[in-house]
């Protein structure tokens, strides 16, 4: 099974800043790596597919880059709805999720 | 748009069993592998099991393979989740969530608003 590996587990921004998410295959998944947000009483929200590209309806401000083994989600300046849970999962070798990074307001 | 909306969920002693259900609308639904996934209460989520377009290709998780069978109606746009033997620790939000593709392995888009499942007796 394909461990992934989020860091940090918590990440306090204040809004307008930027926030870096990363997230760590324990083997190579090639690009096969989508991100989701889940906010408080929601269920998830795909976000990034393909390890970089935008699912419909994404700002801007969401862009995803890595590949193999190591993963980055920025969100470039954050808003106040964008305080949420971020999990990433691979989906090259069955499907495994990260254990999550909550961005929390600083 | 593409919708997903979970029924069957609700309290069960350890030992039961439950079947869950999931339709789907707004696309070609045979086309779409489909997915469950769960999230046990102040945890992550955990992928559960996934059911190819055609329903000939089943995958189970581990922790549910032998106790749980997913299967879909293509005429009904539906798809199941029958959960047999249920433990303490089956206690999680489940979550249906469409194939963002056709291919069996692909990310998870859209899901629906996720039904909960408490094993207690």
């Known amino acids: 099974e394909i461990v992934m590996t989020q860091s940090p587990a918590t990440l306090s921004v204040s809004p307008g800043e930027r926030a870096t998410l990363s997230c760590r295959a324990s083997?190579?998944?090639?690009?096969?790596l989508a991100w989701y947000q889940q906010k408080r009483g929601q269920a998830p929200r795909l976000l990034i597919y393909?390890?970089?590209t935008r699912a419909a309806g994404i700002p801007a401000r969401f862009s995803g880059s890595g590949s193999g083994t190591e993963f980055t989600l920025t969100i470039s300046s954050l808003q106040p709805e964008d305080f949420a849970v971020y999990y990433c999962q691979q989906y090259n070798d069955w499907w495994t999720f990260g254990q999550g990074t909550k961005v929390e307001i600083k | 748009e593409e919708q997903a909306l979970e029924s069957g969920g609700g309290l069960v002693q350890p030992g039961g069993s439950l079947k869950l259900s999931c339709q789907v609308s707004?696309?070609?639904?045979?086309?779409?592998?489909m997915n469950w996934v769960r999230q046990a209460p102040g945890k992550g989520l955990e992928w559960v099991s996934t059911i190819s377009g055609s329903g000939d290709t089943t995958h189970y998780a581990d922790s549910v393979k032998g106790r749980f069978t997913i299967s879909r109606d293509n005429s009904k746009n539906t798809v199941y989740l029958q959960m047999n033997s249920l433990r303490a620790e089956d206690t999680a939000v489940y979550y249906c969530?469409?194939?963002?593709?056709?291919?069996?392995?692909?990310?998870?888009?859209?899901w629906g608003q996720g039904t909960l499942v408490t094993v207690s007796s």
């Open positions: 393909g390890a970089s």
């Open positions: 707004g696309f070609i639904f045979s086309t779409y592998p």
């Open positions: 969530a469409c194939g963002g593709d056709s291919a069996l392995l692909t990310w998870f888009d859209p």
């Open positions: 083997q190579s998944v090639s690009n096969n």
